[in-house]
């Protein structure tokens, strides 16, 4: 079974930028990212198909920008403009092309990282 390596979270001001990394151990299909706040559902940050389609939650549209590499094995997050209520657990995660939409992770099929923590705070 594939395994993701997620990276990159820390600790940023309001307004500040970061960059997160999900490494897979072969190449993959449909990758995202998803992050959960204790007590809260989790979230759909942004998703992308293996033909490169993407598609971004509502919240985040303008400010993140998802990509991937040409082998498909390390996904990307750029998170921009970053606010207080960006800070959470990030969790990359992937699935076979097949399991449609690209960007619901309800199934069994889904494979997940291990969070990575981002913190926004003055």
């Known amino acids: 079974q594939v395994q993701l390596q997620a990276s990159g979270g820390g600790l940023v001001q309001p307004g500040g930028s970061l960059s997160l990394s999900c490494a897979a151990s072969e190449s993959t299909t449909s990758m995202g990212w998803y992050r959960q706040v204790p007590g809260k559902q989790r979230e759909l940050v942004a998703a992308?198909?293996?033909?490169?389609?993407?598609k971004y939650g509502d919240s985040v549209k303008g400010r993140f920008t998802i990509s991937r590499d040409s082998a498909k094995t390390t996904m990307y997050l750029q998170m921009n403009s970053l606010k207080l209520e960006d800070t959470a657990v990030y969790y990359c995660?992937?699935?076979?092309?097949?399991?449609?939409?690209?960007?619901?992770?309800?199934?069994?099929?889904?494979?997940w990282g291990q969070g990575t923590l981002v913190t926004v705070s003055s």
């Open positions: 995660y992937t699935k076979p092309h097949w399991d449609v939409p690209f960007w619901d992770v309800a199934s069994r099929n889904v494979v």
């Open positions: 992308i198909a293996r033909v490169g389609t993407t």
